[in-house]
């Protein structure tokens, strides 16, 4: 398990690092320390502690800067991204926009083979419940130091899912955190079932790409996005309480194959969408 967690870990980070060479106002690559950050003392429970969980500043270099060349690849991406409107690719990144838990969990269960919900695989639905209080906690240090403005903001446009991105609009997109989110899932749901890795990791980064599409976030918001989930489910994997829930996870798995619990999911439509180009 180490061995295939530091192959899928290192290649999560190696693509930012490729990536993050548009990502800096001053074209500097991100530092790399991991640093102790505040967690909101109220927030639901999690694995990581203040102390364990990345600090996504030290992690992530700052956004783009007005005029820059990254910025100018942010708005041709932006662009792109927005000729897809009505299309069927659109039409999942409205779903993938949903936050509820049950929705983001169902968002992979395709890539992932079999369903992923309370009835059908409790343990796994739990520990990706804890993983996503920790990746998104871990983003919010840079995001409420850069206060970035989303691009339907700048621009005076709408989110594909107006409702739910009020609830966050002054957050800041630098990073993303539902794109962090997406991709920790991916990472983790990729090293359980490890005969799904390749559609996973894929799916994973699809989900990130559906917030460009629905233009809540700039594509360097979501680029960034994947080395604060890389680095946050690097360091629950040196939590005992995260890798017993994870154990648990890969047992209900193999159970869930192996029995009538294994429900056939319905793919078509996603298969079609994430076609679309």
Not at 74 to 88: S, Y
């Amino acid at each position: 398990m180490e061995l295939r967690r530091g192959i899928q870990i290192g290649l999560a980070l190696a693509g930012v690092i490729v990536l993050g060479f548009g990502l800096g106002a001053k074209d500097k690559l991100p530092s790399f320390r991991l640093l102790p950050t505040p967690a909101p003392a109220d927030r639901a429970r999690g694995y990581l502690s203040q102390r364990t969980m990345p600090d996504s500043l030290a992690l992530i270099p700052p956004p783009p800067a007005e005029g820059s060349a990254a910025m100018l690849r942010d708005e041709e991406l932006r662009q792109a991204a927005l000729k897809l409107h009505g299309t069927p690719r659109y039409t999942l990144a409205v779903m993938d926009s949903d936050r509820s838990q049950e929705s983001t969990l169902k968002a992979f269960q395709c890539a992932f083979g079999t369903a992923i919900t309370k009835q059908d695989t409790p343990s796994l639905q739990r520990l990706l419940a804890q993983v996503r209080v920790d990746v998104r906690a871990s983003s919010y240090l840079a995001k409420g130091r850069y206060k970035r403005p989303r691009p339907y903001v700048l621009h005076g446009t709408h989110p594909c899912a107006p409702n739910g991105e009020m609830l966050v609009q002054d957050d800041g997109s630098y990073p993303s955190a539902r794109g962090a989110v997406g991709w920790a899932y991916a990472l983790v749901l990729a090293e359980i079932n490890p005969a799904r890795s390749d559609v996973i990791m894929q799916r994973g980064r699809e989900f990130g790409q559906s917030r460009v599409i629905c233009d809540a976030e700039w594509q360097s918001d979501v680029d960034a996005s994947y080395l604060v989930a890389a680095a946050a489910v690097e360091r629950m994997h040196k939590n005992h309480a995260f890798l017993a829930d994870f154990r648990a996870a890969q047992k209900e798995l193999a159970q869930t194959i192996s029995s009538e619990r294994n429900s056939k999911l319905d793919c078509a439509s996603e298969t079609q969408a994430l076609a679309t180009r």
